[in-house]
């Protein structure tokens, strides 16, 4: 009886971490380059922290994120199927042995707003990632003491098998998502979305609150007031700066930071939302980064979406001198207008790629490379 209550414990223990792995990897397997974007704004904070030698592996960042997909997929599926238990059972006790602690140190600094550990499918607070991992660690060390007289249902070769062609069916999704766009959209962009809606705040939308202090200056030594303690009638103190620390992020919008600004500097934003005909967007976030090859099919679409009346802007997060130099290299006689690199990135998965707008909705978005 003693084992068969163990033995009830370890499946429902490896089932359970088998499905989380299994969630965790495919959400993002079917959108990679949001795990690569991830790791890469983890390593330019840690850079800020730690020390800058961490943004010069920004470039590992594609393969790193490849890696934790597939492990991730490949350990879930042996979890569920019971493939070689007592490995794949001390390689999830290190994966949390590693993810817990950091995880801790992220709810405690916050260096990214959330982990991406389920991708965009379920956005979860970094506190929350932490909370997560105590309990599939607990879930790992309850597989552990019940490990008794568990051994795996098929033989090595099946096994060897079921691993292998895990591993294959996981980096094919990724392949064929990185020459075309995520098969799911968790994204506020996805086709059929209205944008406006998106951009609105709720008219209860709980605010922001920022603790605000005060600095003053008083024979070359300086002092942080509060608001209300802060020498207002004391001319001896000279005035030195105000500061702001966020204490509770307020209610953010799904579609936030989507400003489009033209070459005059001016926000068409409106413009392209509020336009009853077809606006092609190119996203390309950077521009030094995009696919020339796949970059030179933008001059044709550009003529085409001319002879049709139809407006067309390139949008990028790239700085002037990164414009110009696109441009005498593309031959690119269309409107480059610019966004925040972060929110390009949001709206497609390809750079670039294309986006068109009508009417304020999403009606068509696709890879350069498959027209």
Known sequence: MKNKGAYILNTIARILLGLTFIFSGVVKAIDPLGTVYKIEDYLKAFGTDWGA??????????????CLITLECVLGICL?????TKVTMWITLAFYCVMTPLTLYVALTNPVSDCG???????ISNWQTFGKNIVLLALVLVMIFSRKGIHSTFLPGVEAGIAALSMMVVLGLMTWTMYHLPLVD?????????????????????????????VYAKQGIEQTFS???????????????QDSKLLHKGYEPPIH????????YEDITDDILLSEEPVT????????????????????????????????????????????????????????CTCDPVTLKTIVRANPGVVVIQNGVVIDKYNVRNR
Not at 53 to 66: Q, R, S, V
Not at 194 to 205: K, N, T, V
């Open 281 to 336: 967007l190119v996203i390309m976030y950077d521009l030094q980064k995009a696919d020339m090859k796949q970059a030179q099919k933008l001059n044709l679409l550009y003529q085409q979406c001319l002879r049709q009346g139809q407006a067309f802007y390139a949008v990028t997060g790239s700085n002037t001198d990164e414009m110009i130099a696109f441009a005498l290299q593309t031959g690119a006689e269309y409107p480059i």
């Open 227 to 241: 608001l209300q303690d802060y020498p207002r009638n004391d001319s001896s103190w000279v005035f030195v700066r």
């Open 80 to 84: 569920v199927a019971n493939v070689r």
């Open 53 to 66: 030698w961490l943004t010069d592996l920004l470039p590992a960042a594609t393969p790193a994120a490849w």
């Open 117 to 123: 550990c389920f991708g965009d499918a379920l956005v």
């Open 186 to 214: 968790f994204r506020p962009y996805k086709v059929g979305n209205y944008l406006p809606e998106g951009m609105e705040y709720p008219e209860d939308a709980e605010q922001d609150v920022y603790e605000i202090s005060l």
């Open 257 to 264: 930071d989507f400003e489009i600004i033209n070459s005059d």
